[in-house]
């Protein structure tokens, strides 16, 4: 089994069709960062990832993640989004993914037959969307014998049980400050040149760090259930980094 459906149902954000879609089992993801891990997309079910994210329909998988860019109205009534600085590559894993879905590669599994199938993997939620999206229910059921888990939710505000297996998606240190009093531990992309907050300490996968380790073997971005005493951080990267933009509240660099 190279992967299977997880979830098949409305957005817990929105009500529009979601799925989510575990991959990396049969053959290990080449994702040179991440290492081996399954990986789960969580996509529009009926919107193919590029239209989604130019139509502004992705909002029902990322929510107001300030990463999306916006939708801009073009001349020809046509709609474009502009200013993506989200470091995933739609052409790649969530392209992919979406049209073997819809070519019925993927059969679904039950919660509690996705839990036998997880549990000697260590698992990357989001590999494309957030985590909230999907109920509650369905990641109680599925993930209790995974090896490890990394995980990041932009909707700490909104879904705060997602603490337990989830980073904080942070944009500023006041942010972070806020995640962190509704028990979130937290993850922060920052400016090149922007130093660390207290209490923050840097991803070892990063290039910043020299990649001194792949998310598979580090595990510490698996919220309170990997405790450990920094937060993390790391620099703006991938395709979306030339339209990054240090938010409102970030400290400001020299």
Known sequence: MQGFILYEGPSTIDGQPIVAIVTGLGRPSNNVKTGPMAQVYILRADRHPMEAV???????ICGTCRHRGSVEVLKDGKTANRGRSCYVTLMHGPRMVWEAYRK???????????????RAHSVRLGAYG???????AIWKAALGRTRGLTGYTHLWRRFPYLAAFCMASCDTPAE???????????FRVRAKGEPLSEGEGHCPA????GKAARCSSCLL???NRRPAKSDI????HGTGAKNFAPPQGSLKLN
């Open 130 to 136: 957030d985590p909230g999206a999907v109920p509650e």
């Open 54 to 60: 130019n139509t502004g329909d992705d909002a029902s």
């Open 233 to 236: 951080t790391i620099q703006v």
């Open 104 to 118: 019925r590669f993927y059969e679904p599994l039950t919660p509690a037959q996705a839990k036998v199938v997880l």
């Open 206 to 209: 990063s290039v910043e760090m």
């Open 221 to 223: 971005c698996g919220g």
């Open 176 to 186: 972070r400050a806020e995640a962190k009093a509704l028990g979130f531990r937290t």
